[in-house]
């Protein structure tokens, strides 16, 4: 199988070409485009792959615009940061779609549904998006808070509660069962959500989940040292009570995502 990645953020892209490599070690990524500029260029001068991965938002806008320049002739699995609500017409106008941040099971669910279409695809034009129909979509239930990561977050401290913004936040950690948000000024407080929510809601650019414990912010990290097994321990600003180990499977991600 020959599979486009078009995504604009080089981290996500790396995470998703290694995802699909560890799938199905058979699948060639022919081309990784960060645009609709360079997708349309690549389109029309490539035949057509046998499926693309798609982001919806790209750094010179949303890709249906790709649509409207040159014939996409593949079935497309989506890629997008809009929420449940936002994105029920994605179930009938494409293959599947996938949540950002993306899962493993998830990329392996949307491989496996293509796999099983792949015959229908045979005998008809495979790329019948309505993209008309998916912006009227958008535009009817979209709101800011499905195109934009979380960026404030209610903390508690005894019996006060009271915002925070993410930017102010070093990591998050867990201690017996709780979540805590740590500031840059090693201030520490309650949260009420769990540490999936967060991975979910965070903006993967800024926060990577480095194990079940940690989800640390970039400019929290100060260096990193090997460890046992090819694994990393990871040196925090402020310092945090337990050790951050990044197991090994994650280690190569890790340093990806520090621009490693």
């Avoid at 929290?220 to 040292?225: D, K, S």
């Amino acid at each position: 199988m020959n599979l486009v990645i078009v995504e604009d953020e080089s981290i996500a892209a790396r995470r998703l070409h290694k995802m699909v490599q560890e799938l199905d070690p058979a699948i060639e990524v022919v081309a990784v485009l960060d645009s609709i500029e360079k997708s349309v260029n690549w389109f029309r001068q490539h035949p057509a792959p046998d499926l693309m991965l798609l982001d919806i938002e790209l750094v010179d806008g949303q890709s249906f615009e790709i649509f409207n320049q040159v014939e996409i002739k593949c079935p497309v699995i989506f890629t997008t940061a809009y929420d449940e609500y936002a994105i029920k017409a994605f179930r009938v106008n494409s293959i599947e779609y996938l949540l950002k941040p993306i899962q493993e099971k998830d990329l392996a669910r949307g491989l496996q549904k293509f796999r099983e279409l792949k015959s229908i695809y045979a005998d008809r034009q495979p790329a019948q998006v309505n993209i008309e129909a998916l912006l009227q979509e958008l535009r009817a239930h979209s709101s800011p808070s499905s195109t934009t990561y979380r960026d404030r977050i209610l903390v508690k401290q005894g019996q006060r509660m009271f915002p925070i913004t993410t930017s102010e936040v070093a990591y998050f950690f867990t201690k017996e069962r709780l979540v805590y948000a740590c500031t840059r000024e090693n201030r520490q407080y309650l949260v009420d959500f769990t540490m999936d929510e967060l991975e979910k809601s965070l903006d993967s650019r800024h926060f990577f989940r480095a194990n079940r414990q940690f989800i640390v912010e970039f400019k929290a990290v100060n260096r990193l040292n090997p460890y046992f097994n090819g694994k990393l321990k990871v040196a925090l600003s402020p310092a945090p009570d337990e050790e951050v180990i990044i197991s090994r499977d994650k280690a190569t991600e890790f340093r990806s995502w520090l621009g490693g």
